[in-house]
């Protein structure tokens, strides 16, 4: 009994403990934002990539409110895609697109709309859930492409990566555990292994700077 009973407490802190960490995942991508902001720059940032990421969240949000999950096992996808909606604002704007950047985020609020109504048939919000794997991994991919083809990760945020990678871990157990999903936990275990790429890259190139930053070093 002695034994079962601290088998059970075990887990009750490693599942606290992975809860804890996945709802303060709700401010991972604002060192992100932070440092666009800071340097008004997205140097290094692929657009194509932080668009994927929000096709990803938005439907693991939708999914999850269709299908009435606790908001303790998606919760943290909402407030990542508020943030990661502004970052594709911000490379927009930083690149000199803020019309085109307005007209995206009315787009998406509109979108979204759509998807959150009974208009949309189940069968499509689980398509979206399951496209989220392809996006997460060719969106990882492009960002992995463009660190390689600079040479360097830009404005890429370290803290924001590793607090990813670390999230995405976690995320694995407490899908497991709050919803049994076996989609929900399998869209985490290829985030998690993109998410490792990205943080190795950022490690790999971590002396590395833009050309035009050497330039001015020198």
């Known amino acids: 009994m002695d034994r079962l009973n601290g088998c059970s407490c075990r887990f009750f802190y490693l599942r606290n403990a992975t809860t804890n960490f996945s709802f303060s995942g709700t401010c991972f991508t604002l060192p992100q934002v932070f440092k666009i902001l800071g340097a008004k720059s997205a140097e290094g940032l692929s657009l194509q990539s932080v668009m994927l990421e929000l096709v990803a969240l938005t439907g693991t949000m939708v999914y999850s409110i269709t299908n009435n999950f606790p908001f303790s096992s998606w919760g943290e996808a909402l407030f990542l895609m508020l943030q990661t909606i502004t970052i594709c604002f911000l490379v927009m704007h930083y690149r000199g697109q803020t019309v085109k950047g307005v007209a995206f985020l009315a787009c998406y609020g509109l979108v979204l709309l759509v998807l959150l109504s009974p208009l949309t048939p189940l069968t499509v919000v689980t398509l979206l859930q399951a ?7 060719v969106g990882r991919l492009l960002q992995a492409a463009t660190n390689y083809h600079n040479g360097h990760t830009g404005q890429l945020s370290a803290i924001t990566v590793f607090l990813l990678f670390g999230g995405s871990l976690a995320r694995i157990f ?12 399998g869209t985490f275990v290829v985030s998690s292994l993109c998410n ?19 330039k001015k070093a020198e």
């Open 174 to 185: 407490t899908s497991i555990q709050e919803t049994g999903d076996p989609l929900m936990a």
């Open 196 to 214: 490792g790429l990205i943080a190795a890259q950022l490690l790999f190139y971590w002396n590395a700077r833009p050309p035009h930053r050497q």
């Open 131 to 137: 496209s989220n794997v392809p996006a997460v991994v």
